[in-house]
């Protein structure tokens, strides 16, 4: 498509930013709006695996981005007395840690970093309305002003207003039967470089993770009625979580002797974006706003980068809006979907046991699975496993 064209960008977290980078890079002009006041730099370990660390390659990104890694060393499993189960080292099969841990929110300073020099930032404001117009688009904002774009990316993430705009009938949203919730706690002189999981009565699921000097960060997830199928009387998220964490061990108690003070919850459903298309006119949706598969997949972030550097790879090398959102989607639904299968509302109940003897029947895993002798046989696997994720997706050359 032709160079001198404007293209928004709703939505400034990971891949809005990231394909800003592409775009700015082929010559477009681009704007892209962000809802929140400011940069969103809140959020807590993500993951960027596979073909995104290409990405992060490409765009010589690699040396910051290791520069913030988290450095976890690895996994513990620990009981409710916070004993250690098992332990799984950074490399161990089937443990949490992968080779790029970083904060969601260093890494999403690091895109905005890169960007912010040649690409046109509104804060404090949001889409409204969009209006196919000849040769473009129309997009109103939330103050009431309009302004014509080329293409409108919607990447304002898994609930996407602007998707909804255009594409409401086209998305659904698949419940996997549990709520999750981010946030950070103060870092106590006993938390170490390790990640420690706790699998407590109820199905409540906490990862306690190293989130820099000041602070440790929260992932827990718990089994919870479907959003549109709760009562009028559905309690707080801070009374979710509440209820979510009593009883439920040790870990558990530092988590509700910190919950009044902590400010910023990520929380809700997790719930896959699943959209029939990807795109309705000169209107296309990237990263969660597309395909979301939930951060239990620890694959939203690196979908994002490379959905990104497609997009923004096929606009550039299509004569037509048409022909680039139709290959983009072409190229990128395959591995969206795989990534959304390894998920399953019955995986989901596995993972979330509630009863103290499914908890000793995961404990009995854990210690089979980390064992020297498992992890060895694992390990004799690992080449063939290690070049199946290398291959998980093959970056087309733009
Ligand atoms: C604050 C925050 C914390 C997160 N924490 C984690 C985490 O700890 N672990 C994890 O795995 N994933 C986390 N995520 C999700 C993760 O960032 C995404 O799954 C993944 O990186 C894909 O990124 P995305 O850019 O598609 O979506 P997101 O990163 O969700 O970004 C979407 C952006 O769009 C903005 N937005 C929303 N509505 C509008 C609108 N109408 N107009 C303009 N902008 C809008 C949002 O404010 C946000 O900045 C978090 C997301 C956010 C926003």
Redesign the pocket.
Known sequence: MEQTKKILI???????PACAWWLSRYGYSVVL????GAL?D?????DVKGAAQQVIKRMGLTEQVEARDTLECGQKWLDAASKVVAVFPKGSIGGLTCDFEIL?GDFARILFDATRGTCDYRFGT??SGVEEIENGVRATFANGTAEDFALVIC????S???RDLALAAETRMRYLGAYMA?FNIPRRPEDDFWACSVNGIGGTMINLRPGGLTHTTV?MTFPAAEPGLRSPTTPSPREMLRAALVGRGKVADRIIAELDAVQDV?FGPMSQVQASTWSKGRLVL????AH?PT?FT?K??AL?LVGAYVLAGEIKRCATHTQAFEAYERILRPYAERSQQELSPRLIRLMHVRTRFGIAIAHLLQRCFGSALIQSLLQANATSKARRIDEDFTLPIY
Do not use: H, M, W
Request: hydrophobic content about 30%.
């Open positions: 709703c939505g400034g977290g990971i891949a809005g709006v962000e809802k929140a969103r809140g959020g807590q370990n993500v969601r949001s889409v990447a304002d993430g898994v996407s207003p602007t981010f992932l990520y990237l990263g969660d706003a979301c951060p620890g939203g972030t994002a």
